[in-house]
């Protein structure tokens, strides 16, 4: 009788301590702070590298905007504080408004020059004096001599003081390509990028003219 009594003591003790060895572990295991900041880390780092590179390109883009507009207000500056100029000229003035950008690369502006001549008696007339386009360094003729064009009303003058005016409008474009949307080999942007691909900005400036009346332009 005192055998079998050992024996299941025995058995009970040897069963008791394998449920201590096995919660043992366990309490143990949940307890273990080991390597829970690599796996916060790995959580948290993605998170701040998407925080990291959307206030960059926010910040990049809002710079680009303004070098846009800057643009726009040098070229007409510059072309208005001439007393006349020629193709050359206008084509040199731009290409100093392109190098605004800079170091922004990834897409090149477009700008329009129009040189406007408002007649207003017998009756109100606005038609392009002349007009010169560079479009990823090509340079054109956007609009011809005496098309009809439009202008803000703020900026007609009142016809019972003047007979006729002239304005100098400047227009600056740019489909800004954030950094997000770069792909090798000219290849399209594929899912969330290419819905940032080619983000519009422009301004349109007009100024005039600080010499003469007019400009002319020769060979525009």
């Not at 829970?36 to 905007?65: C, D, K, R, W």
């Not at 040199?92 to 408002?118: F, K």
């Not at 489909?175 to 770069?182: C, D, E, G, L």
Request: hydrophobic content about 45%.
């Amino acid at each position: 009788m005192k055998s079998s009594g050992a024996k299941g003591m025995f058995f009970r003790a040897g069963a008791h301590m394998a449920e201590d060895g096995l919660f043992g572990r366990v309490r143990r295991f949940v307890s273990d702070r080991r390597g829970v900041a690599a796996v916060e880390f790995a959580f948290v780092a993605p998170l701040l590298l998407a925080m990291y590179f959307v206030t960059m390109e926010v910040s990049q883009g809002i710079e680009a905007n303004k070098k846009v507009g800057r643009i726009g207000s040098m070229v007409a500056d510059l072309i208005t504080q001439q007393p006349n100029v020629d193709l050359k000229d206008v084509k040199a003035i731009m290409d100093i408004g392109q190098s605004i950008l800079q170091p922004y690369t990834r897409t090149r502006p477009t700008i329009t020059v129009t040189a406007i001549e408002i007649t207003y008696k017998p009756s109100i007339s606005v038609k392009v004096a002349w007009s010169v386009k560079m479009e990823n360094g090509v340079y054109t003729t956007p609009f011809k001599k005496g098309d009809a064009t439009i202008l803000p009303e703020e900026l007609m003058f009142d016809q019972d003081s003047v007979d006729k005016a002239f304005l100098i409008r400047v227009n600056s474009e740019l489909a800004y390509r954030p950094v997000i949307t770069w792909s090798a080999a000219d290849k399209p942007a594929l899912g969330l990028a290419a819905a940032f691909d080619g983000i519009s900005m422009g301004e349109t400036y007009y100024l005039r003219p600080r010499i003469k009346d007019r400009i002319d332009c020769t060979g525009c």
